[in-house]
């Protein structure tokens, strides 16, 4: 998850469940985190199953991601929301998608 209201949902349901939630930062895992280089290093093995990552949308990706504040991330992340566009019920100019067709086309999708 890039940005706050995708890792809403995993938190909110960890919590439900009793277990403590802790953010690990990409950078505090792996220095070139953001690097295409080691991206496709990381990758590798998805190709053999399908599930490779093109250099576009990796970077799209990077761009997306949002660090999280040093206080309060764990209530930021919790009372996150899907931004507008995403939610709508109504296509428009800068959303030719709604929310229901996203999720009628990843349906069954792993």
Sequence with gaps: SMTCWEMA???RAAAA???EVQF???WELH???NKLPFLHERNAGRAAMG?????ATLQRMVRRFEP???EGA???VRESEPPERLTSSKPNKNN???AAQLRRKFKGKK
């Design 96 to 98: 030719p998608i709604t």
């Design 51 to 55: 599930k490779s990552i093109d250099d």
């Design 68 to 70: 999280l504040p040093a």
């Design 24 to 26: 690990v930062e990409p």
């Design 31 to 33: 220095p070139e985190w």
């Design 74 to 76: 764990l209530q930021l």
């Design 17 to 19: 469940a009793g277990y």
């Design 9 to 11: 949902p995993y938190v």
